[in-house]
C-alpha cells in the first residue's frame, strides 16, 4: 500500500485483557514510531525503531507495554493486562531518511471497559 | 525533562486574516523543526520543516525559528475555514553519542478560521 497501514482500527476490550496492535509501514522506511494520544490531548511517545538499532524504548508507560519489529518492517505493539486508563489512539508513523518528517497511519482506537 | 510548550487555544480568526501560532521548546540541542497539522478524528500530518535560523515560506505557510530564542512559529496567511484544525509543533531531540533523537510533540494549538 501506499501509505502507512494500521489493524484493528478500533478495538473494544475488558480490563485485564491483552491487545496486540500491528503497523505496516511504508515499504523502504527504515524509522517506525508509535505514539499515543488519548482524547483531547497531545501526542505521548512511547517507541521508537530504527533500522537494526536497539529500539528507544524510553516512553513506554509500564512494563505492561511492549513492542516488537520483525525483519525491519512490520510491527507490533502489546500491551498486558489492559486498564481503563489505556484507552486512547495509538498512531504508527514511519519515516525514510529525514528523522522528524513522518508519515502517520490513521490509528488504532482502543477503548478498555 | 525535554519539553515542547504550545498555546491549547482556541484560536480564532476572521477568514481572510493571517493566523499565528507560536511555540517554544527546552532542548538547546535541538536542530530540527516541524509543523504537523491535524484534522478533528484524523491523524497528523506534515506541512512544514525547518532547520536553520530565518524564515521558510511554502505557498500560504510561513515557519518561522529562531534558536537563541528557542522558539518556532508558524503563520498562515489568507486563512481559509479549511484550515481549521489543531497544530502540532515537534522538536527532534539533539542527538548526544551518536544515538538519534527522539521527536516530541507539543500539545497543539487548535485553530478555527471564522467565515
Known amino acids: 500500500g501506499a501509505g502507512v497501514s494500521q489493524s484493528p482500527s478500533n478495538k473494544v476490550t475488558e480490563k485485564g485483557k491483552d491487545v496486540e496492535l500491528r503497523c505496516d509501514p511504508i515499504?523502504?522506511?527504515?524509522?517506525l514510531y508509535w505514539y499515543r494520544q488519548s482524547l483531547g490531548q497531545g501526542l505521548e511517545f512511547l517507541i521508537y525503531?530504527?533500522?537494526?538499532?536497539?529500539?528507544?524504548k524510553s516512553g513506554l508507560p509500564s512494563d505492561r507495554f511492549s513492542a516488537e519489529r520483525t525483519g525491519g518492517s512490520v510491527s507490533t505493539l502489546t500491551i498486558q493486562r489492559t486498564q481503563q486508563e489505556d484507552s486512547a489512539v495509538y498512531l504508527c508513523?514511519?519515516?525514510?531518511?529525514?528523522?522528524?518528517?513522518?508519515?502517520f497511519g490513521e490509528g488504532s482506537r482502543l477503548t478498555v471497559l | 525533562q525535554k519539553e515542547v510548550e504550545q498555546n491549547s487555544g482556541p484560536l480564532s480568526v476572521p477568514e481572510g486574516a493571517i493566523a499565528s501560532l507560536n511555540c517554544t521548546y527546552s532542548?538547546?540541542?535541538?536542530?530540527?523543526f516541524f509543523w504537523y497539522r491535524q484534522y478533528s478524528g484524523k491523524s497528523p500530518e506534515l506541512i512544514m520543516s525547518?532547520?536553520?535560523?530565518g524564515d521558510k515560506e511554502d505557498g500560504r505557510f510561513t515557519a518561522q525559528l529562531n534558536k537563541a530564542s528557542q522558539y518556532v512559529s508558524l503563520l498562515i496567511r489568507d486563512s481559509q475555514p479549511s484550515d481549521s484544525a489543531t497544530y502540532l509543533c515537534?522538536?527532534?531531540?539533539?542527538?548526544?553519542?551518536?544515538?538519534?533523537?527522539?521527536?516530541?510533540f507539543g500539545k497543539g494549538t487548535k485553530l478555527s478560521v471564522k467565515p
Open positions: 508513523a514511519s519515516s525514510v531518511r529525514l528523522a522528524g518528517e513522518l508519515f
Open positions: 515499504s523502504g522506511h527504515t524509522a
Open positions: 525503531f530504527q533500522g537494526n538499532s536497539a529500539p528507544d
Open positions: 532542548d538547546r540541542g535541538s536542530q530540527s
Open positions: 525547518i532547520y536553520s535560523n
Open positions: 515537534a522538536v527532534l531531540e539533539g542527538i548526544y553519542g551518536g544515538s538519534q533523537g527522539n521527536l516530541i
